[in-house]
């Protein structure tokens, strides 16, 4: 399983971005994927996750209103669609997708793409 992001980019506060990961398996083996971020010095941060088969969502308090997590099964792709940015929101943001693959649990993750707010 390969994980691309892209829709990283420079904004002013207050704008917005949408992110993207492209699979390049059928989402049908993958059982949720995620959004995280990280910020150099700092621990990776759980930003969204989503649910491949019913599309249940979760967010961090911290993006919670702002941010949306979607996926499209047909098209194997997950999106982050960020709005109201601000400087708190620079980092880089990664794709992950957990899948059970003979009983193992396996993490498979993107090379990551950058966000920078400015204010």
């Known amino acids: 399983v390969q994980l691309v992001e892209s829709g990283g980019g420079s904004v002013q506060a207050g704008a917005s971005l949408r992110l993207s990961c492209a699979v390049s398996?059928?989402?049908?083996?993958?059982?949720?994927m995620h959004w995280y971020r990280q910020v150099p010095g700092k621990q990776r941060e759980l930003v969204a996750s989503?649910?491949?088969?019913?599309?249940?969502?979760s967010y961090a308090d911290s993006v919670k209103g702002r941010f949306t997590i979607s996926r499209d099964n047909a098209e194997n792709t997950m999106y982050l669609l960020m709005n109201s940015l601000n400087a708190d929101d620079t980092a880089v943001y990664y794709c992950?997708?957990?899948?059970?693959?003979?009983?193992?649990?396996?993490?498979?993750w993107g090379q990551g793409t950058q966000v920078t707010v400015s204010s």
């Open positions: 992950n997708a957990v899948a059970i693959e003979g009983g193992l649990v396996r993490a498979y």
């Open positions: 398996t059928s989402t049908a083996v993958i059982n949720a």
């Open positions: 989503i649910t491949t088969s019913a599309g249940y969502t």
